[in-house]
């Protein structure tokens, strides 16, 4: 063999056990830094699989209850709720139904769970109108921006009605963060937090989603969502929501997005939180479902590199299940 010189600097020293890894990593992924994503149906009696997010389900009433309960035990960050009415109409307004699925949801988890677990709540017409987008409709068949805040304000007083501690704006309308925190302010509701959906693209990666909630939608929601091929455009949106009242940040998606996160991480002083979708949970099922990756391992690494690029939370629908892993 060659003679060669032996090399001064050695790296690898810190990763010779996995309790010498552990001492330096410079990422954590904890519990209480996820956030379980959960569907609830208008009149199910027990809940209904979703076929393309395998081990995700639609809630009925009762075992919402029971899955808010368990990640109140777990420890985790939070749990956000998404509602499906049993009928939609083109202003979406079972959303706005004091007594609507949403918000009886939020009723109901607040109840069981008080104050050991934040209970949020997506604030998005697209579950509940008939055509499937996330605002009014204008004469033209086109997403009227602020017909559509002023629907959000509605909502948004209704949700903290029912007890909710997040709410989650998400249709990507031009200042609806600013309405939504004058509305819960003028109500009295001070104390209820804005989870902004900052960076939301038109990704073809919420297909799954689409199915989960029962999806409407004709179309697409490109002249509101963002572009992919934008960067820039991401953290200017987060700029303008902190500006606005934000209290969180989030980008959406998170895996094809981490340089956007890595963005706005660097340029807000509120927490980030990022959203692993559905099309994200289901590319890992299926591959492991196929024998092709080891899942424990892939998910775990999934939301570490998430956490890694800048995420202070992350919203998974494996949270429950991270959280058990974590604690082996």
Known sequence: MPDVTPPVVRPRRLRTTAALRRAVA??????????LPVFVREGLSEPRPIASMPGVVQHSRATLQAAAAEAARL?????????IPEQKDALGSAGLDPDGVLNRAIA???AEVGDALPVMADLCLDEFTDHGHCGVLDDRGRVDNDATLAAYAEMARVQAAAGVD??????MMDGQVRVVREALDGAGHTDVAILAYSAKYAS???GPFREAVDSSLQGDRRTY???PANGREGVREALLDVAEGADMVMVKPALAYLDVLRQVRDAVDVP????NISGEY???EAAAAHGWIDREAAILETLMCIRRAGADVVLTYWAAEAARLLAR
């Open 108 to 110: 109901d988890v607040k």
């Open 75 to 83: 420890g985790l960050g939070g749990i956000m709720l998404f509602g």
């Open 282 to 284: 289901s590319m890992v």
């Open 204 to 206: 073809a990666f919420f």
């Open 272 to 275: 980030v939180a990022a959203y």
């Open 225 to 227: 969502q963002q572009d």
């Open 166 to 171: 997040l709410v989650g704006p998400s249709g």
């Open 26 to 35: 410079e990422t954590s992924l904890e519990a209480r830094q996820l956030v």
